[in-house]
């Protein structure tokens, strides 16, 4: 099964607008794909709920417990310096320690990357399409 990270923007995306962030978020929900996951990621994530979008704190804390629960959580001893945004190499930290086979991103400095040790660097609609392509 597919090791996947989400970066944090699939995240609030995916909580917030349908489209393919949404439908690879419920594929983790349905435990179709291994999300992997680390508590900077989820703490950035909820961050950005709080203060970008104003979302109750009620509904931060249900995120927080339901990805906690949901994804294989690592949290990596080395630390990278490979893009200029900190939260960006948090990301690529996270995918190295649990051996992710995918990144789904929107970010473009990752996008920019195509890849980050071998782990391919790509937006969420690339795992629909290979989802649909095992159907």
């Known amino acids: 099964m597919l090791r996947v990270v989400f970066d944090t923007n699939v995240y609030i995306s995916g909580l917030l607008f349908p ?26 994530t909820a961050r950005k709920l709080r203060e970008k979008f104003s979302w109750p704190e009620h509904k931060i804390q249900e995120f927080v417990r339901e990805t906690s629960r949901l994804a294989k959580l690592y949290n990596p001893k080395v630390k990278l310096s490979v893009v200029e945004d900190e939260a960006d190499n948090r990301i690529l930290e996270c995918a190295v320690a649990g051996k992710a086979h995918i990144i789904l991103s929107g970010d473009n400095h990752l996008l920019k990357l195509k890849e980050y040790e071998n782990i391919p660097i790509q937006k969420p609609k690339y795992l629909t399409y290979l989802m649909e392509q095992k159907d």
């Not at 594929?27 to 999300?35: D, F, G, N, P, S």
């Open 19 to 44: 489209g393919p962030p949404r439908q690879v978020l419920e594929l983790a929900r349905k435990r179709q794909v291994i999300l992997i996951a680390s508590d900077g990621i989820i703490n950035e």
